[in-house]
């Protein structure tokens, strides 16, 4: 089953396609096309898009049975997006979030770091050990890249990797959820939904402690460290019950959708056939 996905562009077409194929990049996936159309592949995901003046038409072909729809659009919208205040950024790809005061950073920096927690999730059902890791921290270091942009500041992603790597220290556990995935069978199952909380919970922590920085002007690269990584501990167990608010957020909206589905149908805008349909596609 494909689903095409129609993703309002808020940047130039190429500046969109560039930045969708250093992204596919960094995450070690495919992408070929222009600014007109093209394909990607990666992380067993496959698909193609058209771009039409400033909406592109993505059509995900195939995704991992384990991974849940929304999961993977929210994946895919993210190669497509570009982050407000990078289109027409100089060569470093970075910008001052001109116009815009301390609140309205604040709430753009959260809308990255919900959409990066969702990516980062996903990246914890991988099931291959200790490759998961990897691509967790790749989501952490893209969400501080934009966290960036929208601070008005730049960093290099050598500081980046290592400002992660400093909060998240101690991986002995994180090591243990993802080596139980070499257990075949139950182990798998185990490693991998532990794993995913344990990544949406660090890359929200990762996420707090940055915006607490940018927000007090301070140097990602000379942060002291004891009180960020206190302030990353405290803010990983607040990132769990974050998870927990996410996965209910998206039963509900799910919940909705089902019922504006069936008062359409009520109102006989969709036949039965057309409702079970659309049901079929929400519950899958």
Same mark, same amino acid.
């Given at each position: 089953?494909?689903?095409? &996905?129609?993703?309002? &562009?808020?940047?130039?077409?190429?500046?969109?396609?560039?930045?969708?194929?250093?992204?596919?990049?960094?995450?070690?996936?495919?992408?070929?096309?222009?600014?007109?159309?093209?394909?990607?592949?990666?992380? %067993?995901?496959?698909?193609?898009?058209?771009?039409?003046?400033?909406?592109?038409?993505?059509?995900?072909?195939?995704?991992?049975?384990?991974? =849940?729809?929304?999961?993977?659009?929210?994946?895919?919208?993210?190669?497509?997006?570009?982050?407000?205040?990078?289109?027409?950024?100089?060569?470093?790809?970075?910008?001052?979030? %001109?116009?815009?005061?301390?609140?309205?950073?604040?709430?753009?920096?959260?809308?990255?770091?919900?959409?990066?927690?969702?990516?980062?999730?996903?990246?914890?059902?991988?099931?291959? =050990?200790?490759?998961?890791?990897?691509?967790?921290?790749?989501?952490?270091?893209?969400?501080?890249?934009?966290?960036?942009?929208?601070?008005?500041?730049?960093?290099?992603?050598?500081?980046?990797?290592?400002?992660?790597?400093?909060?998240?220290?101690?991986?002995?556990?994180?090591?243990?959820?993802?080596?139980?995935?070499?257990? =075949?069978? &139950?182990?798998?199952?185990?490693?991998?939904?532990?794993?995913?909380?344990?990544?949406?919970? %660090?890359?929200?922590?990762?996420?707090?402690?940055?915006?607490?920085?940018?927000?007090?002007?301070?140097?990602?690269?000379?942060?002291?460290?004891?009180?960020?990584?206190?302030?990353?501990?405290?803010?990983?167990?607040?990132?769990?019950?974050?998870?927990?608010?996410?996965?209910?957020?998206?039963?509900?909206?799910?919940?909705?959708?089902?019922?504006?589905?069936?008062?359409?149908?009520?109102?006989?805008?969709?036949?039965?056939?057309?409702?079970?349909?659309?049901?079929?596609?929400? &519950? %899958?």
């Amino acid at each position: 089953m494909s689903r095409t &996905l129609e993703i309002e &562009l808020t940047a130039d077409a190429e500046v969109v396609v560039e930045k969708a194929r250093e992204a596919a990049k960094k995450y070690g996936a495919e992408f070929t096309g222009d600014r007109f159309a093209g394909r990607f592949a990666g992380n %067993s995901i496959e698909g193609h898009y058209r771009i039409e003046g400033k909406t592109a038409h993505v059509t995900i072909e195939k995704k991992p049975d384990f991974a =849940p729809w929304p999961m993977v659009e929210n994946a895919i919208r993210g190669f497509f997006e570009v982050p407000a205040g990078t289109a027409g950024a100089g060569a470093g790809g970075a910008s001052a979030a %001109s116009g815009s005061g301390p609140a309205s950073r604040r709430a753009r920096a959260d809308r990255v770091i919900k959409k990066h927690v969702i990516w980062s999730t996903g990246a914890g059902l991988i099931p291959i =050990p200790v490759a998961d890791l990897a691509a967790v921290t790749a989501v952490q270091v893209s969400m501080l890249e934009e966290l960036a942009v929208i601070y008005g500041v730049q960093y290099s992603e050598s500081v980046l990797k290592s400002f992660v790597t400093a909060l998240t220290g101690g991986m002995a556990a994180r090591l243990g959820a993802s080596a139980l995935k070499a257990i =075949p069978g &139950l182990g798998s199952v185990i490693g991998g939904v532990s794993m995913s909380v344990m990544s949406g919970a %660090s890359t929200y922590a990762v996420g707090q402690v940055a915006k607490r920085q940018f927000d007090d002007s301070a140097d990602l690269a000379k942060v002291d460290l004891g009180k960020a990584k206190q302030d990353y501990k405290e803010a990983y167990e607040k990132g769990k019950d974050y998870v927990s608010s996410l996965e209910k957020e998206e039963k509900q909206d799910t919940v909705s959708k089902l019922e504006r589905l069936a008062e359409l149908r009520e109102r006989g805008v969709l036949t039965e056939a057309e409702f079970q349909e659309q049901k079929k596609k929400l &519950l %899958s």
